[in-house]
């Protein structure tokens, strides 16, 4: 079974940057998946926040663009997400998704 962890989340102010964790397991190697983050807030629909493909190319959403980096690390079979310049629009649970499956998600919040 693929397996997704998320971690990293937390409170943070506005302007502050958090580092989010996506490691995976059971039969899935991030090499040759494309791997992307969501964020759900309360009462909203899930959104397309970032990509990576398996040749390491990216895109954003536009709420998020150049305040937002996703990567992966191979060796760990992790991906990540800085977020930078966090506003609070962008408090919600954030999700990863890879090979079919869906993380438990990491919630961030960002208050003053």
């Known amino acids: 079974q693929v397996q997704l962890v998320e971690s990293g989340g937390g409170l943070v102010q506005p302007g502050g940057s958090l580092r989010l964790s996506c490691a995976a397991s059971?039969?899935?190697?991030?090499?040759?998946?494309?791997m992307r983050w969501y964020r759900q807030a309360p009462g909203k629909q899930r959104e397309l926040v970032a990509t990576?493909?398996?040749?390491?190319?990216?895109n954003y959403a536009d709420a998020v663009k150049g305040r937002f980096t996703i990567s992966k690390e191979t060796a760990k079979n992790t991906i990540y997400l800085q977020m930078n310049s966090l506003k609070p629009e962008d408090t919600a649970v954030y999700y990863c998704?890879?090979?079919?499956?869906w993380g438990q998600g990491t919630q961030v919040t960002v208050s003053s």
């Open positions: 998704l890879g090979g079919g499956a």
């Open positions: 059971g039969s899935i190697t991030i090499t040759i998946h494309i």
């Open positions: 990576i493909s398996s040749g390491g190319s990216t």
